[in-house]
C-alpha cells in the first residue's frame, strides 16, 4: 500500500535507519580493542551474505547484476570509503567520521564540475567553500597531525561520492538486491586478503594493522549487532529512496548526525566541542543547499 504521505514515510524510514546506523556504528571502538578492521568485515560479511541469500531465496529475489563491469567498480569505491569510515570509527567518535563521511555532496558536486565539465551556480561554489571549512573545524587537525587519519572521513566522503555518481550513472537500472550483494561480497573479500597480508607480515595492534585475533563472544556479538543494523539501515534506506523524491531523502539522511551524537553522548559520555559543532552544522547546511539547489537545477533543465 502506499503512504498517501511519502515524504512523511520516507522521513520515518530514514529516521529508522540513522538510529539503527547511529546506534551500532557507535559500538565500531569497541570492536576495535577486539581485532583489526579487515577481520571485523570478513567476518561481517560472513554474516550479511547469508542473511540476503535467505532473502534472495525466500523472495525470489534478482541478484545477478546485469553490468558486471559496471557494478563491481562501484562496489569498489564503496567499500574504500567504509573502509576509511570505519577505520575513522575506531579512533575518533561516531559523530566525528560521520560529518566527513557526509561531504559526499560536497564531492559529488566537484566530481561534477571537474569530471562532467557541468556548469555550477555561484550558491552551490559557495557551498562547497563553507562545507570544507566545516571539515577543518570539526577534524581540527594541529600542526603535527595533518596525516591520513584525521583527514580519512573526509576522504572516506570523497569515495562514496564516487560510488554515488557511478550508482547513478552506470547502475540506475540494477537491483538493489544485486548492488547489495556485489558490495558485501567486495567488503568480505577486501576483509580477507588484508587479514592474510596483515598476519603474515606486520601483524600489529592497531585496527588498521592487526592480524587474524581469536574471536571473543563480545566481538562475535557486536559484529552480528552491526551487520544486523546496517542491513536493517540500508533497507530503510532504500525503501525511502523508493517511495519519495530523492532530493528529499538526501536531506533526511543528515540526521544520522543527530543519533550519531545522541548515542555518543549517551553511551560514552562524548560531546563535540564547541567549534566542532559549528562544523558539523557547516558541513549540514552546505550538504542541504548543494542537494536543493541541485534539484532546482535539474528541475529548470527540464
Not at 106 to 125: E, K, M, N, S, Y
Request: hydrophobic share 60%; net charge positive; glycine share 8%.
Amino acid at each position: 500500500m502506499q503512504s498517501r504521505n511519502p515524504i512523511l514515510a520516507a522521513l520515518g524510514l530514514i529516521t529508522v535507519a540513522m538510529a539503527f546506523i547511529g546506534f551500532t556504528d557507535n559500538y565500531v571502538r569497541r570492536i576495535a580493542e577486539e581485532a583489526g578492521i579487515w577481520q571485523f568485515h570478513f567476518v561481517r560479511a560472513t554474516m550479511v551474505v547469508p542473511i540476503l541469500v535467505a532473502c534472495i531465496l525466500l523472495m525470489k529475489l534478482e541478484w545477478r547484476p546485469k553490468r558486471f563491469w559496471a557494478v563491481t567498480p562501484r562496489s569498489l569505491m564503496i567499500a574504500i570509503s567504509m573502509y576509511m569510515y570505519f577505520g575513522a570509527l575506531g579512533v575518533m567518535p561516531a559523530a566525528v567520521a560521520g560529518a566527513g563521511l557526509f561531504t559526499s555532496p560536497i564531492w559529488v558536486l566537484i566530481l561534477t564540475i571537474v569530471v562532467f565539465r557541468a556548469p555550477v551556480g555561484i550558491w552551490r561554489i559557495l557551498s562547497v567553500a563553507v562545507g570544507f571549512g566545516g571539515v577543518v573545524l570539526i577534524l581540527n587537525p594541529g600542526e603535527s597531525a595533518f596525516d591520513l587519519v584525521t583527514f580519512m572521513p573526509a576522504l572516506a566522503g570523497a569515495f562514496y561520492a564516487a560510488g554515488a555518481v557511478m550508482t547513478r550513472r552506470l547502475c540506475a537500472d540494477e537491483t538493489t538486491t544485486a548492488m547489495l550483494m556485489n558490495m558485501f561480497v567486495t567488503l568480505g573479500v577486501f576483509g580477507m586478503c588484508g587479514v592474510v597480508v596483515m598476519s603474515l607480515t606486520v601483524n600489529g595492534s592497531s585496527f588498521f594493522t592487526m592480524g587474524w585475533q581469536p574471536m571473543s563472544e563480545q566481538f562475535l556479538w557486536l559484529t552480528l549487532m552491526q551487520a544486523v543494523g546496517s542491513l536493517i539501515g540500508v533497507a530503510c534506506i532504500v525503501r525511502a529512496y523508493q517511495i519519495a523524491e530523492a532530493s528529499y531523502v538526501a536531506v533526511f539522511e543528515y540526521v544520522f548526525l543527530i543519533f550519531a551524537v545522541f548515542w555518543g553522548y549517551v553511551l560514552w559520555g562524548d560531546l563535540p566541542s564547541l567549534t566542532g559543532f559549528f562544523g558539523i552544522m557547516l558541513i549540514v547546511g552546505a550538504g542541504i543547499v548543494i542537494v536543493l539547489r541541485s534539484r532546482s537545477a535539474k528541475e529548470r533543465s527540464i
